[in-house]
């Protein structure tokens, strides 16, 4: 009998994580590997943040906290929600966990029962169906098209409903393709959602503040009939670059948001006290520092985005938001080139070329490829010059 229980024989470890190990483990090795594998900004946590912590340690803000979070804290995420968001919580709608990672694996584990099943729109963030499955969930995966801008539309959710479903996840912008929703496009799925009473929506906000282009962001708890049925989640590890510091934290009904706490409270118990403390002056400090490092982000993104679309067999739309693009590498898997799917397009380019992207199946659509730019812009222009290389020998 094998000691490993058969829930977790049901998930496999994160493929994203599994690159970023790799990238690390070739570069240890002496290889030039070039990684865009990464899901984490590469700049700093401000010094205002830093500093904030580096006092709560000597004030002795070193003990456990309340187990979902600091009144202080659950203070500023409300304020947050009502300036940024226009939404209004008390404080026992709102949780504290350990990064935004916990608080949706709590959730998972607290609202599904078996077969239950969760509408994940493809691609999606690698976590989702693996934290369902744990949990004992299904997932419902809906591929999304290109042409759609990888976006859930009404039509497709409608299909994909059923008497089982509990959630619909939405992440906007998201992660893989930086696509973000607009108040259109989030008002037509609520038509839907409306007309169907017994689903909950998760919407995972996390990558808010990284957008472009005047991009007008939009959550679906801000649709008023919608607001009771729907957590929103959020946190501080990309806006401020805190990944490291593991704040994350969810607002919503008050039934789920105590079902969080107990989970919480038999596992982890509160975050470390001193994140907290410095996820308060995220909130409520200077924002202004979340515009600058957009505008180098953008820069970036502009210089990805056209690099991309000058090599053959490669395309790529323009996301306005997160820091990741999601081409498709779909005419380079032919006959010729010898490469069948995007996992042995991204093997090749990593041997042969040493830059480490990953697969779009690992993010339920094949065809594509993610990149990360959140890296310089020198490692961004060795990067798409060996792409295009790399591309060009191919053929
Ligand atoms: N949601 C999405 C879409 C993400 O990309 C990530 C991190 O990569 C998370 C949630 C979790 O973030 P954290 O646990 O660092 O708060």
Redesign the pocket.
């Known amino acids: 009998m094998s000691i490993i229980s058969d829930s977790l024989k049901r998930i496999k470890p994160s493929p994203?994580i599994a690159v970023t190990q790799k990238a690390r483990e070739l570069r240890a090795a002496g290889k030039d590997v070039i990684g865009l594998g990464a899901?984490?900004p590469d700049f700093d946590t401000p010094d205002n943040i830093k500093n904030t912590a580096i006092q709560a340690i000597r004030d002795g803000d070193t003990k456990y906290t309340a187990v979902d979070g600091t009144p202080a804290l659950k203070k500023a995420i409300i304020e947050k929600f009502k300036r940024e968001n226009n939404l209004d919580f008390s404080t026992d709608q709102i949780t504290v966990g350990t990064?935004?990672?916990?608080v949706?694996y709590n959730t998972f584990m607290a609202t599904l029962n078996k077969g239950d099943e969760v509408i994940i729109p493809a691609p999606y963030?690698v976590?989702y169906p693996d934290m369902v499955l744990l949990a004992g969930g299904k997932p419902k995966i809906i591929k999304c098209d290109e042409k759609d801008g990888f976006k859930l539309t009404a039509q497709k959710l409608k299909k994909a409903i059923s008497k089982k479903t509990k959630w619909l996840i939405l992440?906007s912008p998201?992660?893989p393709t930086g696509a973000g929703y607009t108040r259109y496009e989030i008002e037509d799925l609520a038509k839907v959602l409306i007309k169907n009473k017994k689903i909950h929506i998760l919407s995972?906000d996390?990558?808010e503040h990284i957008k472009y282009d005047n991009f007008d962001f939009f959550t679906i708890a801000q649709i008023s009939k919608l607001k009771d049925r729907t957590l929103t989640?959020n946190?501080?590890?990309?806006s401020y670059a805190m990944?490291g510091w593991?704040?994350?934290y969810a607002a919503g009904p008050k039934d789920i948001i105590k079902a969080i706490g107990k989970i919480q409270s038999q596992s982890t118990s509160n975050p470390s006290s001193v994140s907290q403390a410095a996820a308060v002056e995220a909130l409520n400090g200077p924002q202004d520092f979340i515009q600058e490092r957009s505008d180098a982000f953008k820069k970036r993104r502009d210089f990805v985005v056209k690099s991309l679309n000058n090599i053959k067999g490669i395309s790529c739309l323009t996301p306005n938001g997160a820091f990741y693009v999601f081409p498709s590498c779909k005419g380079l898997l032919n006959k010729k080139t010898k490469l069948k799917t995007d996992t042995d397009f991204v093997k090749k380019l990593l041997e042969e070329s040493n830059v480490a992207v990953v697969q779009g199946s690992a993010f339920g659509l094949e065809g594509y490829f993610r990149i990360s730019y959140a890296t310089s812009m020198d490692n961004l222009k060795k990067a798409m010059d060996r792409i295009k290389s790399f591309c060009e020998s191919l053929s």
Not at 99 to 102: A, L, N
Not at 235 to 238: D, I, L, N, Y
């Open positions: 994203t899901g984490e990064g935004g990672k916990q949706l963030w976590s992440n998201s992660n995972d996390i990558y989640m946190g501080v590890s990309k990944t593991r704040i994350g």
